[in-house]
């Protein structure tokens, strides 16, 4: 990645973006209630194992959306994309998640930078998956498939970890030195992504991380039984 | 969000829950049209700081205006459950009127800097009963400075009440300046408190130029009569 990044990607990775994504923690609060994270160590840890598994995932699909977006496919790759990244997702309570992110994000986006790209996505998906949308705008906005992919996977721990702030009181200055460490992972990460984005969506990597589904579902039952802060 | 209905939905007999639901039927469809149609419901937001009476105002208007209007309410905060819950007991409002909204610690977020997640709630509730003609968007407990975005809302009313002090009108802040609608709750405890009814009008309307106040006690109108004739001038000023 050796181009600079694209504005839509910095607008799309600052967490003032109105897309919906400051009440999700991404599994976090349902490990604070666990026990599971209560300080930095265990944070430092959740974040690590998140980027490489939902983390990566997202990466994946944002890339090749990104990839399909700057080459404008037939609406048909927007279905398999979504079909593939449903699969790739297996519990009801991410997907809605994922969904809710991606909808609250094609809500700002349509504002912001409307485009033939991204009403075809949303004419067959109205209601995305966050990391397809959110390449989708990379794509069609002059972005690249490593840029989206390094967005996605940054907002696959910027979330926990500003969700960490607020539920545990950690100290912010701390939080963030745990995030600019995941730095060189980041980078990595996406040039990876990058790599697989002109690939068959069937064919697109499935990285999984039954720990964090398991943390999804058991959070959204608790939120029916007792007060939850955070959407996911 | 749709909660893993699976789990809930068994049939007799079934004393367990799955850890983890991969019922593929329980993936979530599309259910948002892409389009947002033409007519919508009028978006009435109720602010102000905790315990000053948000949600018993939203109850009385439920109960002053549910006959005439059709309407819905969508709750906000860390204390969310309880909102919803405490107007369900009430029984003021069918229990599928009421959408609950998780502001992940930040209710002025959710209302002001990025309502997506309020607007979503909206749009559920507008699916579920085509032709609402009035959503009520109830904040979470806030600041003096909790304001809602009008890309949210088309009027607000911020609620105050006597026993946080008569000086709150004075300390002024976005709510209690600029909402349409001003409401000093709980008057009938200004004696109680030692609040002085006279200077906080008198601030109020200082601070607040031509826009109106209402003084109440929903202990002695319960169905904040004066509210809810303000609420359907709004509502029939945009029907007209």
Not at chain 1, 36 to 55: I, Q
Not at chain 1, 104 to 133: E, I, K, M, N
Request: aromatic share 4%; glycine share 10%.
């Amino acid at each position: 990645m050796t181009d600079p990044p694209s504005p839509a990607a910095l607008i799309l990775a600052d967490s003032r973006f109105p897309g919906g994504g400051h009440v999700h923690s991404g599994g976090l609060e349902q490990a604070v209630s666990q026990g599971l994270v209560s300080g930095l160590d265990d944070l430092a840890g959740f974040l690590a194992g998140r980027l490489r598994t939902a983390g990566r995932l997202a990466a994946v699909f944002a890339a090749a959306a990104a990839h399909a977006a700057a080459r404008r496919v037939r609406p048909a790759h927007w279905v398999a994309l979504d079909a593939e990244l449903d699969a790739r997702t297996p519990t009801p309570a991410q997907r809605a998640a994922s969904r809710a992110q991606g909808r609250g994000t094609a809500r700002a986006a349509l504002v912001a930078w409307p485009s033939p790209v991204l009403a075809d996505l949303l004419a067959v998906t109205p209601r995305p998956h966050h990391a397809v949308l959110v390449g989708a705008v990379h794509g069609s906005t002059g972005g690249n498939a490593g840029q989206a992919a390094l967005t996605t996977a940054y907002l696959a721990v910027s979330g926990p970890a500003s969700a960490a702030v607020r539920l545990l009181g950690l100290d912010p200055f701390a939080v963030n030195a745990v995030l600019a460490r995941l730095g060189p992972a980041l980078t990595e990460l996406a040039a990876e992504a990058a790599r697989t984005a002109a690939d068959r969506p069937a064919d697109l990597p499935a990285p999984s991380s039954p720990a964090l589904d398991l943390l999804a579902e058991a959070h959204d039952r608790h939120h029916q039984q007792e007060v939850r802060l955070f959407a996911s | 969000m749709p909660a893993d209905r699976h789990a809930h939905d068994h049939g007799p007999g079934a004393d367990h829950v799955h850890p983890v639901n991969f019922d593929p039927t329980a993936a979530e469809p599309d259910r948002h049209r892409a389009e947002p149609s033409a007519g919508r419901a009028f978006r009435l937001g109720i602010g102000g700081p905790v315990g000053s009476g948000k949600t018993a105002l939203t109850a009385a208007l439920c109960r002053a205006l549910g006959a005439e209007l059709r309407l819905a309410v969508v709750t906000n905060d860390i204390y969310t459950t309880e909102d919803a819950d405490f107007l369900r007991r009430a029984g003021v409002l069918a229990p599928d009127r009421i959408e609950a909204v998780r502001t992940g610690c930040c209710p002025h977020t959710a209302i002001r800097d990025d309502i997506t997640a309020n607007l979503d709630a909206v749009d559920q509730l507008e699916q579920r009963f085509p032709g609402l003609e009035l959503v009520i968007i109830e904040s979470g407990g806030d600041n003096l400075t909790a304001v809602f975005s009008r890309g949210l809302v088309d009027a607000q009313i911020f609620v105050v009440d006597v026993a946080g002090g008569d000086k709150v009108p004075r300390k002024g802040g976005p709510g209690v300046t600029t909402a349409d609608l001003l409401v000093i709750n709980k008057v009938d405890l200004a004696e109680l408190v030692g609040a002085d009814m006279a200077v906080m009008v008198a601030d109020a309307h200082r601070m607040r130029g031509a826009l109106p106040v209402i003084t109440q006690s929903l202990t002695r109108t319960p169905d904040a009569p004066e509210v809810a004739d303000w609420v359907r001038g709004r509502v029939a000023r945009v029907a007209a």
